[in-house]
């Protein structure tokens, strides 16, 4: 099975700021990685796809890149609403299919 | 617009079964592969199970054995059976559509609002 690091587990900032979180796989995955954001109460939300795919409903700040083994997820000027955990998770091959730690971001 | 309504959580003691529903909408469940994650207490996501659109079925370690996912196409509805219930299962139960597929890298493109199982004496 393919292991999932995320980094870090939780962080403090203030709105404005541009935060980056870490994901790493034990093994390759090529760009098979997406980026889930999760707010209390409500349901999970997909926000970056294959590593860098853009959504057209998702805020251009939120923007992912990597491929292999490392890949990161930026949001570039923290809003107020981007205050939640994140998750990276991989889809390759068959499964299981992995989710990271998660990050909650949150006020400082 | 697509939308997953999740049914059927509430409280079961352990060694018990409890049976989830997901009612689909705006979709096919017979032609997107479909999963069920969960997330326990103060805990992160787990995936849990996918169906695929030839039928195919994989379950996490944790449930193999004990869990089957199952769909209805007659119905455009995604099952989850629980069985021999633990009090680790206690989590929210989330059904997601891959709608993309690989043209998303088999990302989780939709999900639904959960339904929360616990399992207790």
């Known amino acids: 099975d393919i292991q999932m690091t995320q980094s870090p587990s939780s962080l403090s900032a203030f709105v404005g700021d541009t935060v980056t979180i870490t994901c790493r796989t034990s093994q390759s995955i090529g760009t098979y990685l997406h980026w889930y954001q999760l707010k209390p109460g409500k349901a999970p939300k997909l926000l970056i796809y294959g590593a860098s795919g853009f959504l057209r409903e998702v805020p251009s700040r939120f923007t992912g890149s990597g491929s292999g083994t490392e890949f990161t997820l930026t949001i570039g000027g923290l809003q107020p609403e981007d205050f939640a955990t994140y998750y990276c998770q991989h889809t390759y091959r068959t499964p299981p299919w992995t989710f990271g730690q998660g990050t909650t971001v949150e006020i400082k | 617009e697509v939308q997953l309504v999740e049914s059927g959580g509430g409280l079961v003691q352990p060694g018990g079964s409890l049976t989830l529903s997901c009612e689909v909408s705006g979709l096919n469940v017979g032609n997107n592969y479909m999963n069920w994650v969960r997330q326990a207490p103060g805990k992160g996501l787990e995936w849990v199970s996918v169906?695929?659109?030839?039928?195919?079925?994989f379950h996490a370690d944790s449930v193999r054995g004990r869990f089957t996912i199952s769909r209805l196409s007659s119905q455009n509805t995604l099952y989850f059976q629980l069985n021999s219930l633990r009090i680790e299962d206690t989590a929210v139960y989330f059904c997601t559509a891959m709608l993309s597929g690989a043209d998303h890298y088999y990302a989780m493109d939709v999900w639904g609002q959960g339904t929360t199982v616990t399992v207790s004496s």
């Open positions: 169906i695929y659109r030839n039928g195919d079925t």
